[in-house]
Antibody, heavy 115, light 110 residues
Framework: QVQLVQSGAEVQKPGASVKVSCKTSGYTFAGYDLHWIRQAPGQGLEWMGRIKPYSGGTTYAQKFRGRVTMTSDTSINTAYMELNSLTSDDTAVYYC????????WGQGTRVTVSS | QSGLIQPPSASGTPGQRVTISCSGSSFNIGNNYVYWYQQFPGTAPKLLIYRNSQRPSGVPDRFSGSKSGTSASLAISGLRSEDEADYYCVAWDDILNGRMFGGGTKVTVL
């Protein structure tokens, strides 16, 4: 079955960067877009952007442009999301999700930004 | 526009029908498909409805979606205690060139 397994929780200091991975299995990785969405504590869902693994093409939400980089490695069916210049507002659970339908989702990676 | 508009909460008694609205514009809901997700506390969201009204396999037919103009809605009929969760609508926005989420609706079973 299709599975998306994300890397473990991270604690970072303000100003640092974080890189979250999303390892996929059960389908042709290059054939589907991979989206990244985050959820701050007690808040709703926020779309960050997407990557097309077969081409590496990306579309980022305007809010994150210049600060986020999404990449993929088709040899290991894994996508990555790196967010720079972290502030406390970036404390959230970060999710990856497959395709236009955002189905399925990874289990989430909790990122805490604290001095 | 900061996002699609959903009521923050909705409630009903077991067996009732509950409807959640999702309001947007011609640049998002009016011109693109709407998707709905269900999220339980501490877990990842799950796809409930795709392409306005289609149910993935495994989703009970108590859940239904519809769209008209720049608004969409999710209906839960025969409400059950296990339906208590947060529900989100999503659509592509042509101006933002990105996905736009609703703020989420917390459904409570009384």
């Amino acid at each position: 079955q299709v599975q998306l397994v994300q890397s473990g929780a991270e604690v970072q200091k303000p100003g640092a960067s974080v890189k979250v991975s999303c390892k996929t299995s059960g389908y042709t990785f290059a054939g589907y877009d991979l989206h990244w969405i985050r959820q701050a504590p007690g808040q709703g869902l926020e779309w960050m952007g997407r990557i097309k693994p077969y081409s590496g093409g990306t579309t980022y939400a305007q809010k994150f442009r210049g600060r986020v980089t999404m990449t993929s490695d088709t040899s290991i069916n894994t996508a990555y999301m790196e967010l720079n210049s972290l502030t406390s507002d970036d404390t959230a659970v970060y999710y990856c999700a497959r395709d236009t339908a955002l189905d399925p989702w990874g289990q989430g990676t909790r990122v805490t930004v604290s001095s | 526009q900061s996002g699609l508009i959903q009521p923050p909460s909705a409630s009903g008694t077991p067996g009732q029908r509950v409807t959640i609205s999702c309001s947007g514009s011609s640049f998002n809901i009016g011109n693109n498909y709407v998707y709905w997700y269900q999220q339980f506390p501490g877990t990842a969201p799950k796809l409930l409805i795709y392409r306005n009204s289609q149910r993935p396999s495994g989703v009970p037919d108590r859940f239904s979606g519809s769209k008209s103009g720049t608004s969409a809605s999710l209906a839960i009929s025969g409400l059950r205690s296990e339906d208590e969760a947060d529900y989100y609508c999503v659509a592509w926005d042509d101006i933002l060139n990105g996905r736009m989420f609703g703020g989420g609706t917390k459904v409570t079973v009384l």
